[in-house]
């Protein structure tokens, strides 16, 4: 029998997405104007309970736009995840800011314990404002990855940022839907407890616009300016007077018509990501020398990525993608981590232990919104005769 191919991560198009694309065409409003455009803002910010929502092209140009309405310098120093995607930390050197890179926790988010070292033995306070020693720099602001969708220590981090005064940036690019239940952010949305939160609806997220980005806050003035400053800074729609410097950034009606449709379903697709999740953990295991990663406790998680953990004394993560991979099976390690990236390898990295142990162990595996019981059945019944087999 023809295996069927397992994907990664595709996206999953099947309720009114076609209808209000139509009719985006149908009234000839496919650019940046046309009415989905705030209707999508408007959902998302509801969806999330912020104030409001600023999207853009992507979540790229909106850590961008973030971090400039924040008030982040060229020289600046901004504390960086190690294990992430590069998409985080490139928007800290467009600005001509400097990324210092941290360790992650076992969430694979940010580690509020090395961040609080960093602060308190790498950094001395001079009238208000934390200054790295080595480079007489200001830390200006925290970048935090709510990685494959799981909640960072918000609550330990946010602290940190208070006592150090820093700004705080969640690149919630993989975790719409992610929110705390429990403690003292109980109802709070990944995205919308530090200054600013972007998500991302590139093609491979739990929703998609094909490409597409969103900014939240709370603050109306950042809101402003962020919507300001990816609209070319025009303040003046008919003379053409722009005050700054700004960016081509905005999000098209077309793209916001797919975002629609996409937001609507969101929740039944988290529904489904948390039953495949369960379906897998379970099984998992059962195997030895698997185990899959758990998501943090008190939270709601999207439960974007699923991440299989091999252990040291198991079967390394090549082995597993390529026995995968052989049946059709599609998996990928977890990133490189981005201050071992030639453009980064002079960048300064802070105690990084973890982050390393987690990029040699981490296989993500098939967690699409359309993927089977059946499916997944699959790939563990693989995993357990690739054990076997050794
Ligand atoms: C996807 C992603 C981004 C970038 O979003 P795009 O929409 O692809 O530009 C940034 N950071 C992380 C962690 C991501 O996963």
């Not at 001509?96 to 580690?111: I, N, Y």
């Not at 939240?216 to 300001?228: R, W």
């Not at 595996?365 to 499916?375: D, F, G, K, N, V």
Request: net charge negative; with cysteine.
């Amino acid at each position: 029998m023809e295996e069927t191919f397992i994907p990664l991560s595709v996206p999953n198009l099947k309720g009114n997405e076609l209808k209000y694309v139509t009719k985006a065409v149908e009234t000839e409003w496919v650019s940046t104007g046309g009415p989905y455009v705030d209707e999508f803002e408007r959902a998302v910010a509801d969806y999330v309970h912020a104030k409001g929502a600023v999207s853009c092209q992507n979540g790229t140009s909106g850590l961008h736009t973030a971090l400039l309405v924040a008030g982040v310098m060229p020289g600046d120093v901004v504390l960086v995840p190690a294990l992430t995607f590069i998409a985080a930390v490139n928007p800290v050197s467009y600005i001509g800011a400097r990324p210092v890179f941290m360790d992650c926790d076992d969430s694979l988010g940010m580690d509020p314990a090395k961040v609080e070292r960093f602060c308190a033995e790498e950094c001395e306070t001079v009238n208000g404002r934390l200054i790295e020693k080595v480079s007489g720099k200001q830390v200006k602001a925290l970048l935090v990855v709510h990685v494959f969708g799981n909640m960072a220590d918000m609550e330990r981090l946010m602290q940190l940022a208070g006592m150090y005064g820093l700004l705080v940036i969640e690149d919630a690019t993989e975790a719409i839907g992610t929110y705390y239940k429990e403690g003292i952010y109980a109802g709070k949305h990944a995205g919308t407890i530090g200054d600013l939160g972007v998500y991302s609806f590139n093609g491979n997220k739990i929703i998609t616009t094909g490409g597409g980005g969103m900014i939240v806050s709370d603050d109306e003035a950042y809101l402003k300016h962020a919507k300001h400053l990816t609209t070319q800074a025009k303040s003046d729609e008919l003379y053409y007077t722009h005050d700054e410097i700004g960016y081509n950034y905005r999000m098209t009606n077309l793209q916001a018509a797919l975002g629609l449709a996409q937001l609507e379903q969101l929740e039944a697709f988290i529904t489904i990501k948390n039953d495949n999740y369960e379906r897998y953990r379970q099984d998992i295991a059962e195997i030895s020398g698997f185990r899959l990663l758990p998501f943090r406790e008190g939270t709601r998680s999207n439960r974007w990525f699923y991440a299989l953990y091999c252990e040291e004394d198991g079967l390394d993560r090549d082995h597993v993608i390529r026995g995968l991979s052989r049946h059709r099976v599609q998996s990928r390690p977890i990133w490189g981590l981005v201050c071992d990236q030639k453009p980064y390898l002079d960048a300064r990295r802070y105690r990084i232990e973890r982050a390393v142990d987690y990029w040699r162990h981490v296989v993500n595996l098939p967690c699409s919104t359309s993927l089977t019981a059946e499916e997944v059945c699959q790939v563990v019944g693989l995993l357990r005769e690739l054990n076997v087999s050794e």
